[in-house]
């Protein structure tokens, strides 16, 4: 990647005036995507972003029915979220399943909660963290799910929300027809486990894609798009609570 961002910045030098707005900003998206190896490298769990919040978190009161979101951006980005709630958000951006299951002791865990949510396996379709199919993602779903069960925790199991391309061409790294199997997968597989399926796809989604309305950037949604969400979650939280 520090390979390619030279050469870039090389090829650059040449430009035209006219192309000059174009081209630093291509090389300040490259040096970000840079960077976020570099981290990536150093930390490729990111342990460290919740390790001291975690630390200083005593354990819930007795009746108090804690929930911990464990995800990537979807969760991360969700500005308000459940106020009032004792609700733990451990979402963390451009993050895959591997690296979720790395931290999931961590970040679940050892929060002693009723429920965890749990959604991933788009950034494993982008690519982030390497190659991944979907072999691959489901298993770190199946064992994410298995250690929660062995510890007491209820599973809620989200589906993977739908993106578009109405700002941005986001399709070519997270292919819709990807994103309804790996959901397709989520339900069964929820199904056949005793987890609740969350699908918060279908209140985002017209055919396909996200409603342009409902999202930010094609990814992430906007607080239209989380407040259609939350009854969703709200919903299959409860059922997970009330359920053997």
């Known amino acids: 990647m520090i390979l390619r961002l030279a050469v870039l910045c090389f090829g650059l030098a040449a430009v035209l005036p006219g192309q000059k707005d174009n081209s630093a900003k291509l090389i300040a998206e490259l040096e970000a995507e840079n960077a976020a190896y ?61 690296q979720m299951l790395v931290r999931f002791r961590q970040d679940v865990i050892a929060l002693r909660p009723k429920v965890v949510v749990i959604l991933g396996g788009a950034n494993d379709f982008a690519g982030y963290a390497g190659p991944a199919t979907e072999g691959t993602i489901s298993e770190n779903i199946m064992t994410m799910t298995e250690l929660a069960k062995l510890h007491g925790i209820k599973v809620v199991l989200a589906s993977v929300t739908p993106i578009c391309d109405c700002f941005q061409i986001l399709s070519a790294r997270r292919p819709p027809g990807r994103i309804l199997g790996l959901n397709g997968w989520l339900k069964g597989y929820a199904a056949k486990v005793g987890a609740v399926y969350a699908d918060v796809y279908s209140v985002l989604a017209q055919g396909r894609e996200m409603k342009k309305e409902l999202t930010l950037d094609g990814l992430l949604p906007n607080a239209a798009g989380y407040a259609l969400m939350a009854p969703v979650l709200e919903k299959s939280i409860a059922a997970a609570l009330s359920g053997p």
């Not at 009746?63 to 969760?75: Q, S």
């Open 38 to 98: 570099l981290r990536l490298l150093s930390d490729w769990g990111k342990l460290v972003q919740y390790g001291s919040e975690n630390a200083e978190l005593r354990p819930p009161p007795p009746g108090v029915n804690r929930v911990v979101f464990f995800g990537d951006e979807i969760f991360e980005e969700w500005v308000n979220f459940f106020p009032g709630k004792p609700y733990l958000n451990r979402g963390i951006t451009h993050q895959a399943t591997g």
